[in-house]
T-cell receptor
Framework: DAKTTQPPSMDCAEGRAANLPCNHS???????VYWYRQIHSQGPQYIIH???NNETNEMASLIITEDRKSSTLILPHATLRDTAVYYC?????????????FGTGTRLTIIP | DGGITQSPKYLFRKEGQNVTLSCEQN?????MYWYRQDPGQGLRLIYY???????QKGDIAEGYSVSREKKESFPLTVTSAQKNPTAFYLC??????????????FGPGTRLTVT
């Protein structure tokens, strides 16, 4: 699976959009980009995933560049409850038998 | 409510004792996983099971054992052979998303302290 690079920490003002970058320059054509987040002392929570096209759900939007070498997770109106560590993961489909590899992620702090 | 439960939330043991962490899910998921997390680090996979009565070693299986006798349950035993057992242990189960890939759901975790 491709390696990802994320900034170790970021701040965002409450109510503003939080844009979390992820670099995955060695991604292959059939590898997906996944995002999870972990609020302090809790289990990680799935946010969103995508392959080529941009994706949006009730939690966030995922923007993947055309060359797929990087992506951005967007939380449109950040709240204090969005303070967490965000993990960007790239993995290959294995028919539902994928194993997640978590790096150290980005610690996002929402500032009141 | 459907979900994954882990108990207890905090566990304390003396060095040299085996300890079993509980993980139960009522999501009807086939696959279950155990991860370990150390302070400031990401998660590392210990064991996983795709189906009842079958399980595979993850990246750091040494010093741990598991069983999968029921679909709903995947207990993890931390043995005395595990050299640094103090950590936050997370259990997960997964189902296939609309794209066919596994989407993992995590329990609240058990924080194990061995002294």
């Amino acid at each position: 699976d491709a390696k990802t690079t994320q900034p170790p920490s970021m701040d965002c003002a409450e109510g503003r959009a939080a844009n979390l970058p992820c670099n995955h320059s060695t991604i292959s054509g059939n590898e997906y980009v996944y995002w999870y987040r972990q609020i302090h002392s809790q289990g990680p929570q799935y946010i969103i995933h995508g392959l080529k096209n941009n994706e949006t759900n009730e939690m966030a939007s995922l923007i993947i560049t055309e060359d797929r070498k990087s992506s951005t997770l967007i939380l449109p109106h950040a709240t204090l409850r969005d303070t967490a560590v965000y993990y960007c993961i790239v993995l290959l489909s294995n028919f539902g038998n994928e194993k997640l590899t978590f790096g150290t992620g980005t610690r996002l702090t929402i500032i009141p | 409510d459907g979900g994954i439960t882990q108990s207890p939330k905090y566990l304390f043991r003396k060095e040299g004792q085996n300890v079993t962490l509980s993980c139960e899910q009522n999501l009807n998921h086939d696959a279950m996983y155990w991860y370990r997390q150390d302070p400031g680090q990401g998660l590392r996979l210990i064991y996983y099971s795709q189906i009842v009565n079958d399980f595979q070693k993850g990246d750091i299986a040494e010093g741990y054992s598991v069983s999968r006798e029921k679909k709903e349950s995947f207990p993890l035993t931390v043995t005395s052979a595990q050299k640094n057992p103090t950590a936050f242990y997370l259990c997960a189960s997964s189902t296939r998303s609309r794209t066919g890939l596994a989407e993992q759901y995590f329990g609240p975790g058990t924080r194990l302290t061995v002294t």
